[in-house]
C-alpha cells in the first residue's frame, strides 16, 4: 500500500536551515506529482510546496518562495524540502502528500520549530 514517510524536522533558530525528506512507497513514485503541506497550530493545513513527476515543474505558497525549494530523486523514492531562513510562522507539522488513483495519502508528519 502507499507509504509516505517524512523526516528531517526538528528545534531551529531563525534563519537557520532544514531539510525534509519523505520517503515514498507502494506506488510508482516518478510517475506522479508529490506535495509539500504544513500545519501550524490552529491554523488549517495549508500547501506549502508542489512538484511534477519528471521534475518539470514546482510551486510555491507566496510565503515561501524564494526560500524553500522542492526537489525529488526518483532513484531513491524521495522527495525533499530545502529550507532556508527559516522563520517562526514557519513553526508547524510538515506532511507528505500524494494523490494516487483518485486517494489522498499523506504522511505522519514531522515538527518543525522555528524559535530563539
Known amino acids: 500500500q502507499v507509504r509516505l514517510v517524512e523526516s528531517g524536522g526538528g528545534l531551529v533558530q531563525p534563519g537557520e536551515s532544514l531539510r525534509l525528506s519523505c520517503e515514498a512507497s507502494?506506488?510508482?513514485?516518478?510517475?506522479?506529482?508529490m506535495k509539500w503541506y504544513r500545519q501550524a497550530p490552529g491554523l488549517e493545513r495549508e500547501l506549502v510546496a508542489s512538484?511534477?513527476?519528471?521534475?518539470?515543474?514546482?510551486n510555491y505558497a507566496d510565503s515561501v518562495r524564494d526560500r524553500f525549494t522542492i526537489s525529488r530523486d526518483d532513484a531513491k523514492n524521495t522527495v525533499y524540502l530545502q529550507m532556508n531562513s527559516l522563520k517562526p510562522e514557519d513553526t508547524g507539522v510538515y506532511y507528505c502528500?500524494?494523490?494516487?488513483?483518485?486517494?489522498?495519502?499523506w504522511g505522519k508528519g514531522t515538527l518543525v520549530t522555528v524559535s530563539s
Open positions: 512538484i511534477t513527476s519528471g521534475s518539470i515543474g514546482t
Open positions: 502528500y500524494v494523490r494516487h488513483r483518485a486517494v489522498d495519502y
Open positions: 507502494g506506488f510508482t513514485f516518478n510517475a506522479y506529482a
